[in-house]
């Protein structure tokens, strides 16, 4: 079973900068892909971005041009660089990765079976 473990949420203001980190058990190098996504309140988990075993990124459109996925050269450590914050991307922010090939397209949550425990992000 592989843990991931999120760090370096926090508050921000309006316009600012957080880079979000995801530590993996082991090495992802046998992902098929590793994402991350959020929560607010009452709303479902929202897919934001994604690396697949290519390298290949993928970005949700509320998020393309503002954030940055990322990977070490070990892929044990995944990163989230999150620029010119808004109020709006104030939500639990989860890492989460594919091992076994799941069907679904990158942002479909159940094609994940790893999933962080998540770090908070409030943006004023």
């Known amino acids: 079973h592989v843990q991931l473990v999120e760090s370096g949420g926090g508050s921000v203001q309006v316009g600012g900068s957080l880079n979000l980190s995801c530590a993996a058990s082991?090495?992802?190098?046998?992902?098929?892909?590793v994402g991350w996504f959020r929560q607010s309140p009452g709303k479902g988990r929202e897919g934001l971005a994604a690396i697949d075993n290519d390298g290949h990124t993928r970005y949700a459109d509320s998020v393309k041009d503002r954030f940055t996925i990322s990977q070490d050269n070990d892929r044990d450590t995944l990163y989230l660089q999150m620029n010119s914050l808004k109020p709006e991307d104030t939500a639990m922010y989860y890492c989460a990765a594919d091992f076994i090939g799941a069907s679904g397209g990158w942002s479909n949550t159940m094609r994940y079976n790893s999933w962080g425990q998540g770090t908070q992000v409030t943006v004023s």
């Open positions: 082991l090495s992802t190098y046998n992902t098929y892909c």
